[in-house]
Nanobody, 127 residues
Framework: QVQLVESGGGLVQAGGSLRLSCAAS????????TAWFRQAPGKEREFVAA????????YYTDSVKGRFTIAREHAKNTLYLQMNSLKPEDTAVYYC????????????????????WGQGTQVTVSS
């Protein structure tokens, strides 16, 4: 079993930055594909970014390209999401996710790809 715990969310003004962290315990994330999803009020959860187990490949939804960066630090068993130039439409609960197996589809944007999820952290961007 893997436990994922997100942190780093909060309230920020438009144009500001936040860095989300996702700390894993129970198993190493070294062989996991990992990702960030988000869910805004009244909307379905959506894919934000993913990174392969080797960190050699990253994927982003179009709305965050050039503003968000996903990264991982194996030594700390932690996944990150650096969010810059934040916009009010980025307001959502952000979830990290891990896939213990290889994705069946690429890019790995489907929720069904991931079998471990964190509890989420709230990000609120004020205008």
């Amino acid at each position: 079993q893997v436990q994922l715990v997100e942190s780093g969310g909060g309230l920020v003004q438009a144009g500001g930055s936040l860095r989300l962290s996702c700390a894993a315990s129970g198993r190493t994330l070294r062989t996991f594909h990992t990702a960030w999803f988000r869910q805004a009020p009244g909307k379905e959860r959506e894919f934000v970014a993913a990174i392969s187990w080797s960190s050699s490949n990253t994927y982003y939804t179009d709305s965050v390209k050039g503003r968000f960066t996903i990264a991982r630090e194996h030594a700390k068993n932690t996944l990150y999401l650096q969010m810059n130039s934040l916009k009010p439409e980025d307001t959502a609960v952000y979830y990290c996710a891990g896939a213990s197996g290889s994705p069946s589809y690429y890019p790995p944007t489907r929720e069904s790809t991931y079998d471990y999820w964190g509890q989420g952290t709230q990000v609120t961007v004020s205008s």
